[in-house]
């Protein structure tokens, strides 16, 4: 059965113009040794760069193959030498390391043990015929990609493998290497686990505040966020080859967010690399770029590479359960941000620039935290005042910029304050329901002042307190700018439609905004963030949603709503009343508006 589940895999990758067995191709690829030629006891090595972009050998004994299903092997291996004894065993970073037995690759270095121990070097490859599979993919597209074998795999040995652990008769494969040290902590007889050797993520040029989120956003994935202490790196890139170092990126720009492999197999201008999922993402245009390692730190739970992304080299196509494909010289369309900070305490403008991926569930999630980073970093402390906040975003086939303009105030932390509505700009361009937008870019303006720009709400007085359906109420407003020497008073009329419900009822007055909930900036936005791909509240079409982007919610309104006191009691419970009956006016104003007022009515 072996024998034949190994010629239908070297058969189907020759279907989709892999390397013939044995022999290296045309095009340059190297040649495969496939899985049905590989045994036990077979020495082989693996290339990986521990500094620089100079690639190195380390020393590969295979100990034994699993099955996991139909096309799912893994080959288990122990990786020895002076490279490995350098780092300290198979660091974060080698996924993707080709592993070659009988001159010819066999697979991919792709998942390690999480115990300690002699053979916390032990690693499990995934086979070259697996990973080729990627190549007959078609091209990055779609919105979004489904995650691929996120829970436990069960792989088994055809025999017990010896090791100075004991004998292996079962591997399971978790999500994470996490659960798979909470396994190794009490594991069954003959069984181990083990997980995808975690990619190292470095960020540069993030807040901490922003960088705790972006920890937060990324939890799902195998990912490890290291707050790097530089950017990109100008070097002459290398050939993209089996060994190099490959960066994958996020961001890119003044900010920069990225993730550290190894180049398995190159076809042509096609590439194989990390052995294992990044984010899992399915069709997915990533910008790849070149990397250079200056160290392995070697840590207790596991030794990782660090270093900095370089120059460009292409784009990948493909993020799947076995690896990523990609192609060196395609890269993809960016979405770019630009957000312009003039702080009155500092002077000049502070500008921040960066490219983020386009796609979808990603973008929404990073693209705020890219504004947020800029807005801090420019600010450099964290303190109350006022901003003027305008947020511009451009989309293909939409022939205006869509603009907000509002201000926004906070008594302790302005920068967040300032960038509340970006998280709602960044769901509209990629993730809203009516239809599949095609965003250029979003250019975020903020002054900042100090000084207060803001007006109490000190008076709020209906006038009649009974009304009838069909009848206007007045209402006298004062409003007390900070720092003023005299109120300002208006008068607003709503208007209570034909169809209004009779009886009780409540006038309620205050910001448009959300200024007056008492929930901390910080979480406001966390949860904000939080919100990708939410409904979009009422808002009918997209042209609703633009128009509540640009117009609805404003710091500077005044809003006055009569709602049935009904209403107010199931939005209390957070359910949805159906009222579609509205009975609202709003006063423009020049400052932030605090303050609030809910008023007993009744309505005949």
Do not use: C
């Amino acid at each position: 059965m072996r024998k034949l589940r190994g010629a239908l895999a070297i058969l189907a990758v020759t279907l989709v113009g892999g390397t013939p067995v044995g022999s290296a191709s045309p095009d340059g690829a190297p040649a495969i040794t496939p899985l049905s030629q590989v045994r036990p006891g077979m020495a082989g090595y693996g290339l990986t760069v521990l500094r620089g972009t100079t690639i190195e050998r380390f020393d590969v004994q295979i100990l034994g193959i699993l099955n996991g299903g139909p096309g799912s092997d893994l080959i288990l291996f122990r990786a020895t030498g002076p490279a490995i004894d350098q780092a300290g065993g198979t660091a974060e970073g080698m996924s993707g390391s080709p592993i070659f037995v009988n001159g010819g690759i066999i697979g991919a270095l792709g998942y390690g043990f999480h115990f300690a121990g002699r053979d916390s070097n032990l690693s499990l490859a995934t086979p070259i015929e697996e990973m080729l599979k990627l190549l007959a993919r078609p091209g990055a597209g779609g919105r979004r990609g489904a995650q691929e074998g996120r829970g436990p795999r069960i792989f088994d040995a055809a025999a017990p493998i010896p090791t100075a652990a004991g004998a292996i008769s079962r591997v399971v494969l978790m999500a994470s290497p996490a659960d798979a040290r909470a396994y190794n902590a009490r594991p069954l007889p003959r069984t181990i686990a083990a997980a995808p050797a975690a990619v190292p993520m470095f960020v540069a040029g993030v807040s901490p505040a922003a960088f705790t989120l972006l920890s937060r956003a990324l939890g799902r994935y195998n990912v490890i966020p290291t707050q790097g202490y530089g950017g990109s790196r100008d070097f002459t890139p290398p050939p993209v080859e089996p060994g190099s170092s490959l960066g994958v990126e996020l961001v890119r720009g003044d900010v920069e967010m990225g993730a550290l492999g190894t180049v398995t197999y190159r076809r042509g201008d096609q590439i194989l690399a990390f052995g294992h999922p990044f984010l899992n993402a399915g069709s997915a245009a990533m910008p790849m770029t070149a990397a250079w390692i200056d160290t392995v730190v070697r840590s207790v739970d596991s030794p990782f590479k660090q270093g900095s992304l370089g120059p460009l080299v292409g784009g990948t196509t493909q993020d799947r359960s076995m690896g990523l494909g990609g192609e060196v010289g395609r890269y993809p369309r960016m979405f770019a941000v630009r957000v312009r900070v003039r702080d009155a305490e500092r002077g000049p403008v502070h500008e921040t620039n960066a490219q983020v991926v386009r796609r979808a569930d990603l973008a929404e999630s990073l693209v705020p935290l890219v504004v947020l980073s800029g807005v801090q970093r420019a600010l450099d402390r964290v303190s109350g005042g006022s901003a003027r906040v305008r947020i511009a975003l451009r989309v293909r086939g939409i022939e205006r910029d869509i603009v907000r303009e509002d201000l926004a105030y906070d008594a302790g932390d302005i920068a967040t304050a300032a960038v509340l509505e970006v998280p709602g700009a960044s769901q509209l361009l990629f993730g809203n329901f009516f239809k599949t937008l095609d965003p250029i870019d979003m250019t975020v303006d903020i002054g900042v002042e100090s000084q207060p720009n803001t007006a109490l709400l000190v008076r709020a007085t209906p006038e009649p307190r009974t009304v009838g359906r069909g009848q206007r109420v007045r209402v006298g407003l004062r409003l007390w700018p900070y720092g003023g020497s005299a109120p300002v008073d208006r008068t607003v009329q709503v208007m209570v439609p034909d169809d209004f419900p009779p009886g009780p009822a409540f006038l309620v007055v205050g910001s448009g905004g959300g200024l007056n909930d008492p929930t901390p900036v910080q979480q406001k936005f966390q949860t904000l963030v939080g919100f990708q791909a939410s409904p979009p509240g009422t808002a009918g079409s997209l042209a609703e949603a633009l128009d509540d982007f640009e117009n609805f919610g404003l710091n500077t309104d005044v809003l006055v709503d009569l709602l049935p006191a009904p209403v107010l009691e199931a939005v209390g419970a957070n359910a949805n009343p159906a009222f579609t009956s509205t009975a609202s006016a709003v006063l423009k104003t020049d400052s932030v508006v605090l303050g609030r007022f809910q008023i007993p009515m009744v309505v005949r």
